[in-house]
């Protein structure tokens, strides 16, 4: 199914977003400006809690599908992301993603240019496990065939839901193929 095939939000309801929209932004300024540049928590709560005012601005609801085993606690995780993720998508793993994974803070900065700074350096250990991370887009109408990508068809998409899907870790210390990647984050 396509997003096209669905009914749109009436005008009156992409108005009303639209300016719910500017709202979340000009509060994520104030705050970001607000906030210490050496408080490293307190820019992370700005940067998640405004990404979730954004999305609920939109009308777009997350989903988070979390892995048969859980990530593991113990190892530094590396996000595996496909290259394609859009802005709708890296703003709903901001959310769902926990912030000491590495990979967390380039999503940030990806997704929302100025407030997303990079706030530590790179663990890199050698330990690392990826983490990877797959998206679906849904609506009332079912699965879309592609996600919408301007901002003109996230206003008007009726009840879209982001499916955010942790897929199980991957041991990065085994010599595993890249291919092995490259389906899991797809």
Do not use: K, N
């Not at 700074?117 to 009332?140: K, M, S």
């Not at 996600?147 to 206003?155: D, G, N, S």
């Amino acid at each position: 199914m396509s997003a096209v095939l669905h009914p749109p939000v009436d005008p009156t309801t992409r108005r009303r977003r639209r300016l719910r929209l500017a709202t979340a932004l000009a509060s994520l300024h104030v705050r970001t400006v607000l906030v210490p540049e050496t408080s490293i928590r307190r820019r992370q709560r700005v940067q998640v809690c405004g990404a979730a005012r954004i999305l609920t601005a939109l009308g777009v609801r997350v989903r988070v599908v979390g892995p048969r085993t859980a990530w593991p606690r113990h190892r530094p995780c590396r996000l595996v992301v496909a290259d394609d993720a859009g802005w709708l998508a890296t703003m709903a793993l901001i959310t769902t993603v926990p912030r000491t994974i590495e990979g967390w803070e380039e999503a940030c900065s990806r997704a929302l240019p100025g407030v997303g700074r990079r706030l530590v350096a790179d663990r890199g250990a050698a330990d690392a496990v990826a983490c990877p991370v797959a998206f679906r887009y849904r609506t009332d109408g079912g699965l879309l065939d592609r996600p919408p990508r301007t901002l003109a068809e996230i206003v008007a998409t009726r009840g879209l839901v982001v499916e955010v899907h942790l897929l199980p870790a991957l041991d990065l210390s085994a010599d595993l193929p890249r291919a092995a990647l490259a389906p899991a984050a797809a």
